[in-house]
């Protein structure tokens, strides 16, 4: 049966600003148009279910082979099977380390693709898919507010794919050196501008984007976690890990460094899908919406955002937030309203969220090494820690992964602060300090946002 496509904010009824859309979308329409008409986000309306057979099957086999398992379960009645081989085996030719740190506890090492972050699995997946599925002689233009790594991944997955343009949207304060330069020098089709606020007003200004008529006519799409087609690739690599590493049946548990909710939303997925879970584990920065609405049962979206080390988990209201209260029974909106809530017990029987403070995750970059010869990097030091904080808590043992999202080297000084060595670079990096570019400044103003926009965007190819 195919699987459609419907908004979080289909049941919104007498909302000011909200006309809720009560349609439901082909894949390939959700992929193109990003957010829904009434600025909700796209779900599938059924969840395809995987035998433990078919994911056991999978162990020692090459990445590709999970992530096209899991492609033909979401999307074989969209793209030939020919297609969806030649976008996986053309997006992962790169490792996919599991690292076991301590006694079945491994790190998963999502850090070694072309930009050298996790985003890189969700973005060339997606490329490759949109360039399928563009109109053929018009233009998509790409929309991308990035904290830190979606940018540069989702710029490096679309340059000099033909007929489709990218602008990303960085916080000119919230990102490191290294992250700037590779998000400032993409060029060609690929533009960056620094805008003068915080990772929620760069959101914020794709999100008023998107649902401005004026703006049409340019077949405006995100590339940003708010895009189903990113959340699908995410959902692989929880698959990959688990055949690799699992006995027959075993549950495993995942912690996922969390910001915009994107990565741990394919873990929830990939449960649902039939992967044997013990435990979601969805550790935070200072950003503690999450943890204390676990905690208490009342949502407050941390405004503005607090900046972090970690710094693309700076996120004062998850975008993500919204499909997790889907998944659970409840509705909350773009800007962090509770219309209903979830079914909080179920959703504590299957997630643990804490919050890790800056304190706590330079400790345990220092511990992880001194213990392990082991160097993480902030977002993935927040990750450790909070399945520390899990284990702590619940007295629970087994087998565990932690996400390490992006490379130390993108974070020198940091390490270097605490370490006393400078990471080295990956192939990937190799000679970025010496690459030539520069960003366009920008206010968080949305007319100007939407002034640039109209002097800037092209419609046709």
Same mark, same amino acid.
């Given at each position: 049966?195919?699987?459609r ?5 289909r ?9 809720p859309?009560a ?9 193109l148009t990003g957010?829904?008409?009434?600025e ?6 059924s969840i395809p ?9 999978l162990?020692?086999k090459?990445y ?8 033909m ?8 099977v020919?297609?969806l ?13 599991l690292?076991?740190?301590s006694?079945?506890?491994f790190v998963?090492r999502?850090?070694?693709g &072309?930009?050298?972050s @996790?985003k =890189?699995?969700?973005a060339?997946?997606? +490329? %490759?898919? !949109?360039?399928y599925?563009?109109p053929?002689?018009?233009r ?5 507010a ?9 710029g490096?997955a679309f340059?000099?794919v ?8 960085y ?7 290294r ?11 690929v533009q960056?501008l ?13 999100k008023?984007?998107f649902?401005d ?11 940003n976690s708010?895009?189903f087609g990113r959340?699908?690739p995410q959902?692989?690599?929880?698959i990959?890990a688990y055949?690799?590493?699992a006995a027959a ?7 996922? &460094?969390s910001?915009? @909710?994107g =990565?741990a939303?394919?873990c929830e997925? +990939? %449960?649902? !899908?039939?992967m044997?879970?013990?435990k ?5 920065n ?7 609405y676990l905690k208490n049962g009342?949502?407050?979206k ?10 693309a988990m700076?996120v004062?209201?998850?975008?993500n937030l919204a ?5 659970y ?5 773009r800007?962090?309203v ?8 179920e ?5 643990f969220?804490v919050s890790i403070?800056d ?5 345990t970059?220092?511990k992880?090494?001194q213990?392990?010869n082991?160097?993480?990097e ?5 990750g450790?820690a909070?399945?520390?904080a899990f284990?702590?808590a619940?007295?629970?043992k087994?087998?565990?992964?932690s996400?390490e999202t992006a490379?130390?080297a993108k974070?020198?000084e940091e390490i270097?602060?605490?370490?006393g060595?400078?990471p080295?670079?990956?192939a990937?990096m ?5 690459r ?11 007319v ?5 926009l ?8």
């Open positions: 049966m195919s699987i496509y419907y908004s979080t904010n049941d919104l009824k007498n909302i000011t600003g909200i006309k859309f349609g439901k979308v082909s894949f390939k329409e959700a992929l957010q829904a008409p009434d909700g986000l796209f779900m599938p309306d279910r995987l035998s433990l057979n078919d994911i056991q099957e162990k020692g090459p590709w082979e999970t992530a096209l398992l899991v492609a379960a979401f999307l074989a009645d969209e793209f030939s020919e297609v081989t030649h976008v996986v085996q053309d997006a992962y030719n790169y490792p996919v380390p690292e076991e740190v006694r079945r506890t998963m999502l850090d070694q &072309p930009t050298a @996790f =890189d699995f969700a060339r997946m997606m +490329a %490759r898919l !949109m360039s599925c563009r053929q002689g018009e998509l233009n790409i929309l991308v990035t904290s830190g790594d979606t940018g540069s991944a989702v490096k340059k000099d033909i007929g489709i343009d990218v602008t990303i949207l916080p000119t304060d919230e990102v490191s050196l992250q700037k330069k590779q998000l400032d020098t993409i060029g060609g089709n960056s620094s805008v003068s606020g915080k990772f929620d007003d760069c959101q914020n200004l794709v008023q984007a649902s008529p004026a703006l049409a006519r340019f077949n405006l799409t995100s590339a708010i895009n959340i699908l959902i692989i690599y929880y990959y055949a690799q590493l049946g075993e549950e495993i548990i995942f912690s996922v &460094p910001g915009n @909710f =990565d939303l394919g997925y +990939a %449960r649902r !899908m039939g044997p879970l013990a979601l584990v969805m550790p935070t200072e950003n503690d919406e999450f943890p204390n009342s949502y407050k941390v405004s503005p955002s607090r900046a972090c080390i970690s710094n700076n004062g209201h998850p975008s499909r997790f209260f889907e998944l029974g409840g509705t909350v909106d800007a962090g509770v219309h209903s809530n979830p079914d909080l017990e959703m504590r029987q299957h997630i969220s403070s304190e706590e995750t330079r400790k970059i220092k992880v090494y213990l392990y082991v160097v993480l902030q977002h993935g030091a927040v450790w909070g399945l520390e284990f702590q619940t007295k629970t087994g087998l565990a992964v996400l490379h130390p974070f020198p270097q602060k605490l370490l060595l400078t080295e670079l990956p990937s190799k000679g970025i300090d010496e030539k570019g520069n960003a366009l400044s920008m206010t968080n103003n949305y100007d946002f939407k002034n640039y109209q002097n800037h965007l092209k419609v046709k190819e």
